[in-house]
């Protein structure tokens, strides 16, 4: 039902940068509403990892870091290290019923 | 640091009502805005919104289940509650509490999570 779509999955290399891309439409994010990114390691609650659009909560790794234009938004992971695997999960607000937190499709990021 | 931590049952049976409640704790010092989520993850999939509850007890729900949700904020704001009625095998998934700094906004809390299985 997500109206947010991000690739299933992404690898690379220890070192490589990798990117996860978060699609939406007019309704969300074209529209201008903010995105931020959730970080969930195996068996644990999503963890903050980026808030509207650009900005890192205190202790997260500059190697993260986020973009945002038009309709879509993008992590990136540079210099990937090998606890960065995980799912990651994508977050707007949506306009396209009476409005609502809607989350990507999210995306598994594996270290080769 | 804020501390939220979820409880209620771990098994439901199909057609019944989920009643969980999640309890606010740690160095955290209520304001006149706060807001206060619940989020769902079924097992092996993705992030789903189920709502919000204004620290005046107004309430958000996701239109997908906006019929089925009933939201609950305690008088003290130290805890909150969810109500979902007629379960399914589709409402099978790990239950998070959350802090939305806003109703547009980012969660930078999260509970530990509670599985809650939907049997028939």
């Known amino acids: 039902q997500s109206v947010l779509t991000q690739p299933p999955s992404v690898s690379g290399a220890p070192g490589q940068t990798v990117t996860i891309s978060c699609t939406g439409s007019?309704?969300?994010?074209?529209?201008?509403?903010?995105v931020h990114w959730y970080q969930q390691l195996p068996g644990t609650a999503p963890k903050l990892l980026i808030s509207?659009?650009?900005n890192r909560p205190s202790g997260v790794p500059d190697r993260f870091s986020g973009s945002k234009s038009g309709t879509s938004a993008s992590l990136a992971i540079t210099g990937l290290q090998p606890e960065d695997e995980g799912d990651y999960f994508c977050q707007s607000y949506d306009t396209s019923l009476s409005g609502f937190s809607v989350f990507g499709t999210g995306t598994t990021v594996t270290v080769l | 640091q804020l501390l939220l931590q979820e409880s209620g049952p771990g098994l439901v049976k199909a057609s019944g009502t989920l009643s969980l409640t999640c309890v606010v704790s740690g160095d955290f010092k209520h304001s006149g805005s706060d807001y206060w989520g619940w989020v769902r993850q079924p097992p092996g999939k993705g992030l789903e919104w189920i709502g919000s509850v204004y620290y005046s007890g107004h309430t958000y729900e996701n239109p997908s289940l906006k019929s089925r949700v009933t939201l609950s904020l305690d008088r003290s704001g130290k805890q909150f509650s969810l109500n979902l009625t007629s379960l399914t095998a589709a409402d099978t998934a790990v239950y998070y509490c959350?802090?939305?700094?806003?109703?547009?906004?980012?969660?930078?809390?999260w509970g530990p999570g509670t599985l809650v299985t939907v049997s028939s």
């Open positions: 509207d659009n650009t």
């Open positions: 959350a802090r939305p700094r806003g109703r547009q906004s980012w969660f930078d809390s």
């Open positions: 007019n309704f969300n994010i074209g529209a201008g509403y903010d």
